[in-house]
C-alpha cells in the first residue's frame, strides 16, 4: 500500500464547475497535510495546508480533511483554464515529522 | 522577498560522473530538504537537514550525500551518476523541521546521459 494515494486522472471538468480531487493516506499519526499545484515543467507551488479535521477555506479553494477514515480532499469551485495542472497530495507524519511524503499527484483539465 | 533559488537549472551529465546542486533557502528560514521528482511521479525525499544537522534521509542510496552550511544554504552531491538519476531536483525551504509548510524552489533538471 502506497503512504500517500490519489487518483492519477486526467480528471476533465468543465469550466465553472467544482473539481473534487482526493487523497488517501496510510500513516494514522500524521499530523500536517498539504496541497500543491504544478504545472508542466515547473516546481510545486503550495494551495493549501490543514492540520486539523474539517474544512479550510482559501478564495475558490476548499481543503478538507477527515483523520479518522484517513482521507483528505481538494475542492475547486468555479474552475478556471488556469487551473489545469497536477495536483500533488502530501503528508507530513509525526512519526516520520522530517520529511514530507508526495502522492502521485492528479491531472486536472478544466475544459472550456 | 526572494523564494527559494537553486542552481544551476539544467545540467547534462555523463554516467559515472559527480554532481553538485545548489540551494538557498527563502531568508528566515533554517530547514532545508531536498526531494527527486522524475517524470510522472511525485516528489520522493531525499534528505532534510535543519541547523547543520541531518535530520531526516530517504531510500536512496549513499550516492547521494548534503551539507548545509553555516547561511542555512544546501549543496547535494550525486556521485557515480546513472541514468536512472536523471530527474528534477527540488530543494524546498521551512522555518523549522517539524511538519511545517515547505516551500519549493524552482528545481535542477538533470539528464545522465
Known sequence: QKEVEQNSGPLSVPEG???SLNCTYSDRVSQSFFWYRQYSGKSPELIMSIYSNGDKEDGRFTAQLNKA??????LIRDSQPSDSATYLCAVNGYSSASKIIFGSGTRLSIRP | DAGVTQSPTHLIKTRGQHVTLRCSPISGHKSVSWYQQVLGQGPQFIFQYYEKE???RGNFPDRFSARQFPNYSS?????ALLLGDSALYLCASSFSELGETQYFGPGT?????
Not at chain 2, 549543496?75 to 556521485?79: A, P
Request: no cysteine; net charge neutral.
Open chain 1, 17 to 19: 464547475a467544482i473539481a
Open chain 2, 75 to 79: 549543496e547535494l552531491n550525486v556521485n
Open chain 2, 109 to 113: 533538471r538533470l539528464l545522465v546521459l
Open chain 2, 54 to 56: 541531518e535530520r531526516g
Open chain 1, 69 to 74: 477514515s484517513q482521507y483528505v480532499s481538494l
